[in-house]
């Protein structure tokens, strides 16, 4: 698979400083800043906000420990956790999902526009088919992974 960045001017990037101390950027958020302090910061360089899980948790521990959650509750809010970390906005998911399915279109496209000369016609359709295939289940996993945002986001609103 293609793995794809969606830096933006509009969006900018997420920055942490790892486990050895080392400053990790990307968008959207890195791996290695799931569950760390990071700042989001835009195209002109300036620290637009400043995310700190920790102080996240102690804010939800309050709230948590007034209720008696189930184990599945729990991992379903820790999953939210980290997809509201990676993607703030769902524009922001929009943006990076739209990259990772072009990341299968490129590659099908190249792989049709290979000469024929060189290229098996049966090896090429077999490929085209398996990405297609591919790209297909990655949409709905992503779709779905859009879906628990969307709740995620909702959940995160203050209720009035």
């Not at 995620?152 to 203050?158: G, T």
Request: charged share 40%.
């Amino acid at each position: 698979m293609l793995v794809v960045g969606t830096a933006s001017a509009r969006e900018g990037v997420a920055c942490c400083d790892d486990v050895n101390g080392r400053r990790v950027c990307g968008n959207p958020l890195p791996a290695e800043c799931y569950g760390r302090k990071y700042w989001l910061i835009d195209a002109s360089g300036v620290v637009r906000k400043v995310v700190d899980p920790d102080a996240e948790r102690a804010r939800h521990r309050v709230s948590d420990d007034s209720e008696d959650l189930s184990a599945q509750e729990r991992m379903l809010r820790r999953k939210h956790e980290r997809l509201l970390q990676a993607f703030p906005t769902l524009e922001a998911f929009d943006a990076w999902r739209d990259a990772q399915l072009a990341g299968y279109d490129r590659q099908i496209d190249q792989i049709r526009e290979m000469p024929a000369e060189k290229a098996d016609p049966e090896a090429v359709e077999t490929a085209v088919r398996r990405l297609r295939e591919e790209r297909e289940a990655a949409a709905k996993r992503l779709a779905a992974e859009r879906r628990e945002l969307e709740e995620a986001l909702k959940a995160r609103q203050p209720r009035r």
